[in-house]
């Protein structure tokens, strides 16, 4: 699967971006998907993953002011940001692993996924 994230973008504290990642093939609902991101010197860390029937995961960093979800549709996986934080600042991936019967909790590593989209930038003010 080819990711294509975008939406990316400078925002001021408290503000809200959309982040969008664009998948290629057929088999798009069936995938789990997820979203990390990678602060400059820091690890890469999970925000949110989705699995196939819309079960839903959140780093508890994000827990309440990000939402992950998915349009069947046109193949995309969507990352609503509100109340957005310096401490969010990063590059923000999106990633994607075939079907299996893996538990969702499987996808909270980084090593859970097979594909992975190039970067997003998201830059938050004080």
């Known amino acids: 699967v080819q990711l294509q994230a975008s939406g990316g973008g400078l925002v001021q504290a408290g503000g809200s971006l959309r982040l969008s990642c664009a998948a290629s093939g057929r088999t798009f609902r069936s995938l789990t998907l997820g979203w990390f991101r990678q602060a400059p010197g820091k690890e890469r860390e999970f925000v949110a993953a989705?699995?196939?029937?819309?079960?839903?995961r959140y780093a508890d960093a994000v827990k309440g002011r990000f939402t992950i979800s998915r349009d069947n549709a046109k193949n995309t996986v969507l990352l609503q940001m509100n109340s957005l934080k310096p401490e969010d600042t990063a590059v923000y991936y999106c990633a994607a692993d075939p079907p299996s019967s893996k538990p969702l909790n499987h996808f909270l590593r980084a090593q859970g996924y097979r594909d992975w989209g190039q970067g997003t930038q998201v830059t938050v003010s004080s």
């Open positions: 989705i699995g196939n029937g819309g079960t839903t």
